[in-house]
């Protein structure tokens, strides 16, 4: 991307960077002023993480996810990204062992699978998944590509890990943002839904990120809950592996999960500025596909990805090329509704002028 992003910087107005889905809004200050209030944290946080945050988890779970579990059926870790790298490890995966994720995903699936020494496998298609799986990863709503997973394609997602004697996780960070329809209206269903599982949480688990929807992607504040005995086991590895959440953002987490307010704001943000950025590569000859939900524009125009990059850059535009997402996108490429307002106004505008 090196060259790219030093010809978007020779615009005479200024480079916008949309490639990177790291958010520029600031945190809540009621998080902020929870942060601040515990920075009194001599002790060792606990792996479990406190009594206080596993209860916000499990009734933030239950009120914006539908879904019940007990505070001992959930985890907080440090951010998404390590648990996504990790779960292979922690579950004790390696050779002779298959990871299964989306043909269109974001690479830490894949470099997790590697680290573990298993088998990454690209694969949509639960009939496709080897009899040696032992880890599936479903992304709804996706990143890059903004497509959702309905309870149909979740239960029998399910239903085939089960099958295989795999535990199946969903990675679903960007559940809080749905755009299209029915998304707009509906809930986003969890791998964690009753309609998909009923109240068997048996080898199934939920990742979910505090990073976009409450701009706490510094904090590295995430969680995950399903199953108890995989949450019992994956907290005694933790354990010994020292991968604790420090005490002051365990207290941050909390007045985020209780918070809806700042959900909404945000929210709202992103949709304006989504309202502006699609038209325009709509308008400059680009087709978006999927995003439905999730922060990113998802969009082609027939080309080798690398060709559009560069037909950005000219306009003072980085965006992520497909490439990077797997062999399935060589002609999309992707861009971020995480920069400023300012910033999306001027790329809209710039792209709407350039057709």
């Not at 005490?247 to 959900?263: F, G, I, K, N, R």
């Not at 037909?311 to 090329?321: S, T």
Request: glycine share 8%; hydrophobic share 45%.
């Amino acid at each position: 991307m090196a060259p790219y992003v030093a010809l978007a910087g020779q615009h005479p107005d200024g480079p916008i960077n949309v490639s990177i889905g790291s958010p520029v809004d600031p945190s809540p200050q009621s998080v902020c002023e929870a942060l601040a209030a515990a920075t009194d944290a001599h002790a060792y946080p606990a792996t479990a993480g406190t009594p206080r945050l596993r209860e916000a988890i499990a009734e933030w779970f239950s009120r914006r996810r539908g879904v019940t579990l007990a505070p001992e059926a959930v985890l907080p870790t440090v951010g998404s990204k390590e648990l996504v790298a990790l779960l292979p490890f922690l579950l004790g995966l390696g050779e002779g062992d298959a990871v299964v994720f989306p043909r269109i995903a974001y690479p830490s699936y894949a470099m997790g699978a590697a680290m573990a020494g298993a088998d990454a496998i690209a694969s949509d298609d639960p009939a496709e998944w080897p009899e040696h799986t032992r880890l599936v990863w479903l992304n709804s709503p996706s990143n890059p590509d903004g497509r959702v997973l309905g309870v149909e394609a979740l239960r029998a997602a399910v239903v085939r890990a089960r099958e295989l004697g795999a535990v199946i996780a969903g990675d679903e960070c960007y559940a809080e943002f749905g755009w299209d329809a029915p998304w707009d209206r509906e809930a986003i269903p969890s791998i964690l839904d009753p309609r998909v599982v009923g109240d068997d949480h048996r080898g199934v688990l939920s990742v979910y990120s505090l990073s976009k929807q409450s701009n706490l992607a510094g904090y590295r504040a995430a969680f995950i809950g399903g199953d108890p005995a995989l949450i019992d086991s994956l907290l005694t590895v933790r354990k010994h592996a020292g991968l604790m959440q420090p005490a002051p953002v365990q207290a941050a987490m909390v007045a985020a999960l209780q918070d809806e307010a700042h959900v909404d704001e945000q929210r709202a943000l992103y949709r304006a500025r989504r309202e502006l950025l699609r038209p325009a590569l709509v308008s400059a000859g680009y087709r978006v596909d999927g995003s439905e939900a999730g922060l990113y524009l998802w969009a082609t125009r027939g080309e080798d990805a690398w060709q559009s990059v560069e037909a950005f850059a000219r306009l003072g535009i980085v965006v992520g090329p497909g490439h990077f997402y797997g062999d399935d996108a060589p002609q999309h490429v992707r861009l971020a509704l995480t920069a400023s307002d300012a910033h999306v106004a001027e790329a809209a505008a710039r792209i709407a002028a350039s057709r």
